[in-house]
């Protein structure tokens, strides 16, 4: 039995995904982005201002990211995901999340 839970412990950390976002040049890349349930999005800012990364309807919001700060988010539920950054509401990006 306890090999069992092993194997799906292992399975569940196999299916886990991680990807970036770039912030570069006051834009996010890439855009749209589209990734399955489970997903950890991480941004990074490369420009030498802050921005920030906030999601329309309040379901995330990062502080200020100074030059190679991050900030990561899990998507658990499918759905379209628009965010800005709060300091400059023109930059705005989408994550389409998908059932597995």
């Known amino acids: 039995m306890k090999a069992w839970w092993l194997c799906l412990l292992l399975a569940s950390a196999a299916q886990a995904d991680e990807v ?3 912030i570069t040049g006051f834009m996010f890349a890439p855009q749209p982005l589209d990734v ?3 997903t ?3 941004w990074v800012n490369h420009d030498p201002i802050p921005h920030t990364i906030a999601q329309s309807s309040h379901l995330f919001r990062s502080a200020a ?3 190679d700060d ?3 988010f899990t998507f658990t ?3 379209t995901f628009q965010y ?3 300091v400059h509401p023109q930059m705005v990006g989408t994550v389409h999340v ?3």
């Open 65 to 67: 990211l100074d030059t």
């Open 98 to 100: 998908v059932p597995r």
């Open 84 to 86: 800005f950054c709060t």
């Open 40 to 42: 950890t999005v991480t």
């Open 77 to 79: 539920t499918p759905g």
């Open 70 to 72: 991050r900030f990561s």
């Open 20 to 22: 970036r976002i770039d």
């Open 36 to 38: 399955p349930v489970g």
